[in-house]
């Protein structure tokens, strides 16, 4: 209530004293005018279809789960539902068909409920729904981003691509994994959020959180090119219905400066299933999704992240290899940037991926949906939005020296080489590429240093050469 709001004294009626001021009316809730009633069955339907599951392809994503194998990906895959009537992407057209059916439904729920006075109950409870469908989107995303999973540090060829070969979501995702410690911050502030979204009495706290900071999400996706903007304005827009609640309250308090009468609508839990059951639903939502989720994902963090394949690589190789010879069907090529043929560089990752620089063209891989995958061949993000390389996953024989190759993005293209190591910095290479021609490339390591890990190693005011 405003400060200098003054109200009259009134008398007592026995010694003529003043008595304490006069308190605005608080008066129970009125009945809902005809329009409101329109809306809130519109409301009701459109928001519980897109909060509760009901699309089947969920609950075989359910069925396909081994809950005595629970990963942070499968908890992820649950968190992040959406009714979707076209393919397996969000798009707003999911949101057209949602709201049509809400109209229908409206319609005939308007012809069989013309008496009711008001939903205040029914509101209550759709908002509980709307609340913890937030929260746990955004615990999904908090968590990925606190212990950061989700724009990991750069690989090796990310740092030996050039700039204007990254698309601009790739360069985004490049620049948040640079700053480990602001992407934890970024996921301190969703979990702060999605937490809040469990008491409804700091709902409205957390919608202001919310709001501005998924909005940023969202331009961001849009700016970038990401392919998260469809979810991120979903997440907005249950944001924004659950701060409507207390928007003309709060507009009346700040701006107008007048006496507000807070919200004097109770639930009813005069029945004990009812009441007990809502804090059981509540005790398992903290369980599943913060207690089981959080300490998964904190393990995931530490052994299993999902950006980069697991797989290692041939021991002791990993780094940026500069093409001293190529030989190509018995001629030696000489360096140019502009050879399809001729390598210009090779990166071996510690994971099992060789990348090769060339002015060759390439497909690129545009996928940009927040996905995990715990198996390599599906793990992307390397070189999801990167052009300049070709990116190469293999298998190995150390006993046997062979390197069996196959382009992540074009399975067709394959190489059968063999490989001897005559010191720790040159890897001779020899075979077969997929066009039948014969290969011989000498590769010398540049020892190659990087300004992030460097500043990691000795601190901001530390000094250091390159």
Do not use: C
Not at 440 to 464: H, P, S, T, W
Request: a positive charge.
């Amino acid at each position: 209530m405003a400060q200098n709001t003054v109200y009259p004294h009134t008398a007592d009626a026995t010694n003529g004293t003043a008595s304490r001021p006069a308190r605005p009316e608080l008066a129970a809730p009125g009945a809902w005018s005809a329009l409101e009633k329109v809306l809130f069955r519109v409301a009701f339907i459109y928001f519980a279809i897109q909060s509760i599951p009901l699309d089947w392809k969920y609950f075989r994503r359910v069925l396909q789960i081994n809950w005595l194998n629970l990963t942070y990906g499968d908890i992820f895959d649950l968190a992040r539902y959406q009714p979707r009537f076209f393919g397996d992407t969000d798009t707003f057209a999911n949101w057209l068909v949602v709201l049509v059916i809400a109209i229908a439904g409206a319609v005939v729920w308007g012809n069989r409920d013309k008496d009711r006075r008001d939903y205040n109950q029914l509101y209550y409870w759709l908002r509980v729904i709307v609340r913890y469908r937030l929260a746990a989107g955004l615990i999904a995303y908090g968590f990925i981003k606190f212990f950061p999973l989700q724009a990991p540090l750069p690989s090796i060829s990310n740092l030996n691509t050039a700039y204007g070969d990254f698309n601009a979501w790739k360069l985004f995702a490049l620049s948040l994994g640079v700053v480990p410690n602001y992407e934890s911050f970024l996921g301190l502030v969703e979990l702060l959020g999605g937490l809040l979204l469990l008491h409804r009495k700091t709902t409205t706290i957390a919608t202001l959180i919310i709001i501005p900071f998924t909005g940023n999400v969202f331009f961001s996706n849009l700016a970038y090119e990401g392919g998260e903007y469809v979810y991120s304005f979903y997440l907005i827009v249950l944001a924004l219905f659950l701060f409507a609640f207390d928007a003309n309250r709060l507009y009346r308090l700040l701006t107008l400066e007048k006496p507000t009468v807070p919200n004097l609508v109770k639930p009813d839990l005069h029945d004990s299933r009812l009441k007990y059951g809502r804090i059981a639903l509540k005790a398992t939502f903290i369980l599943f999704f913060v207690v089981v989720y959080g300490s998964k994902t904190y393990a995931g963090y530490h052994s299993n992240p999902y950006q980069y394949p697991a797989k290692p690589g041939l021991s002791n190789a990993a780094g940026v290899y500069n093409v001293e010879q190529f030989v190509v069907n018995g001629d030696t090529l000489g360096y140019s940037p502009l050879d399809s043929v001729r390598w210009r560089d090779v990166v071996f990752e510690k994971w099992s991926t060789i990348s090769i620089r060339s002015a060759r063209p390439r497909v690129i891989d545009s996928t940009n949906v927040e996905q995990i995958h715990f198996d390599d061949a599906k793990r992307n993000f390397e070189f999801a939005g990167s052009g300049g390389r070709n990116y190469y996953g293999y298998e190995f024989d150390e006993n046997a020296k062979t390197l069996d190759l196959t382009n992540k993005v074009n399975a067709a293209d394959q190489l059968q080489l063999h490989y001897s190591r005559p010191d720790s910095a040159t890897i001779l290479l020899s075979g077969v590429a997929g066009n039948r021609d014969s290969l011989q490339v000498v590769l010398k390591k540049i020892n190659k240093k990087y300004l992030f890990e460097e500043v990691k190693k000795v601190g901001r005011r530390g000094e250091f050469r390159l």
